[in-house]
């Protein structure tokens, strides 16, 4: 099932006020423990924070948007698609499974694909996949770090959840009011825009 792609305005975005909200209850919370200064401090850290992950952010969305140019949506729909039945799924799976960079790479690709066409179930098991068998994350993290009898017991435990996620996450997303679903479709829909208009203006320098 592709979602749909109603048009809201950014700033009507239940998720970003709800965020907002959080962040003045945290802010009045620090203010009132540590006063001016803890919030100063806070900001700072914010800001440190947004340094370091801007540079990922920034090429994550526009290697989103070259796939999105290279890769047109009805191909995207075809591979990864409701339709492609279990090609789609084992696509979407060993895609997760060696998909690389960290979350700011591979949201926005997944955002972009889930945009073009990529059903519910394949979208479930690839980001499934990616956070719990990822074979980057198993060579430069697992082994190095946990040695390989606890980096194979750990992705073996594993695979159990993206084939559970596979067949959850659909019927759980059309349990939604149809506010929340048409928010989420929404939100891929800026995202995927953005991505593309990156993708388009790297492609033409």
């Known amino acids: 099932m592709r979602v749909a792609r109603p048009r809201t305005r950014w700033w ?3 998720s970003l006020l709800i965020m907002l909200a959080l962040l003045v209850l945290v802010a009045v919370l620090v203010f009132r423990k ?6 100063a401090a806070s900001g700072q850290d914010g800001l440190r924070l947004l340094r370091d992950a801007a540079p990922f952010i920034v090429l994550g969305i526009g290697l989103a948007g070259m796939l999105t140019v290279l890769v047109p949506p009805s191909a995207v729909g075809r591979w990864m698609g409701d339709d492609a039945g279990f090609k789609g799924l084992v696509i979407a799976v060993v895609a997760g499974a060696l998909s690389p960079g960290g979350p700011y790479v ?25 956070n719990t068998v990822n074979v980057q994350r198993l060579l430069v993290w697992d082994i190095p770090f946990l040695g390989l009898p606890f980096a194979v017991a750990r992705s073996l435990a594993g695979l159990w959840f993206p084939l559970v996620a596979i067949v959850m996450v659909p019927l759980v997303f059309r349990l939604m009011p149809a506010a929340a679903r048409e928010a989420a479709a929404a939100k891929l829909a800026r995202v995927s825009d953005a991505a593309r208009r ?8």
Not at 198 to 205: F, K
């Open 12 to 14: 009507r975005d239940p």
């Open 34 to 39: 540590e006063g001016a200064d803890g919030l």
């Open 106 to 130: 591979v949201y926005p690709i997944a955002a972009a694909m889930m945009s073009g066409g990529a059903g519910l179930g394949p979208m479930a098991g690839f980001l499934a996949m990616r």
């Open 198 to 205: 990156s993708g388009q203006e790297g492609s033409g320098r």
